[in-house]
Each structure stands twice: as C-alpha cells, then as structure tokens.
C-alpha cells in the first residue's frame, strides 16, 4: 500500500481508523511538507541567482563564486527533495 493523496486527506478530515494508520499519515504529511519547503527553498534561490546576474558593481570572480555556490545548494537541495519523494512514495 503506497502513497494515496484521498486516504491522506479524508484521514485528515475523518480521522484515521487505526493508530498505525495514523503514524503512517503524520509521517506521510510531513513528508509533504518537507517537500513543499525544499521547492520553495530552491525558488528563493532561483531569484537570488537571478539578483546576483543582475547586479551592478560586482567583481566578475565573485559574481561566478556566488552563482557557483547558490547552484550547489540548489542540487543539494533537489537532492533532498528526491529522498523525501522516495520516503513518500516507498512508504507503506
């Protein structure tokens, strides 16, 4: 039994039959909402790269260095989000 998004939300509404159940739907929500962060973490990050393209004034070598670095936290961020998807989608 995988992840199925009307069992989450009726449990939500409804309550969950079972206390198992119920530990499998927190974890299951928290799951989504770690997901949910991370993709906003790589948003603001977007628009922060963005910025840093954009702005007068500084150095080519640092403009780089902060684009290189904003995009290694985006993979690592994106790393996260498929550990997160794996845990949703594999839990039972």
Same mark, same amino acid.
């Given at each position: 039994?995988?992840?199925?998004?009307?069992?989450?939300?009726?449990?939500?509404?409804?309550?969950?039959?079972?206390?198992?159940? !119920?530990? &499998?739907?927190?974890?299951?929500?928290?799951?989504?909402?770690? +997901?949910?962060?991370?993709?906003? /973490?790589?948003? $603001? =990050?977007?628009?922060?790269?963005? !910025?840093? &393209?954009?702005?007068?004034?500084?150095?080519?070598?640092?403009? +780089?260095?902060?684009?290189?670095? /904003?995009?290694? $936290? =985006?993979?690592?961020?994106?790393?996260?989000?498929?550990?997160?998807?794996?845990?949703?989608?594999?839990?039972?």
């Amino acid at each position: 039994m995988g992840f199925s998004l009307s069992e989450l939300v009726s449990a939500l509404f409804n309550g969950a039959p079972t206390p198992e159940l !119920a530990e &499998k739907y927190t974890a299951q929500i928290t799951a989504l909402i770690s +997901l949910y962060i991370c993709l906003v /973490a790589v948003f $603001l =990050i977007g628009l922060y790269i963005r !910025a840093v &393209k954009k702005r007068p004034g500084l150095q080519e070598e640092r403009r +780089l260095f902060k684009v290189w670095i /904003a995009w290694s $936290l =985006i993979f690592a961020i994106l790393m996260i989000c498929a550990y997160v998807l794996y845990f949703l989608l594999s839990a039972s």
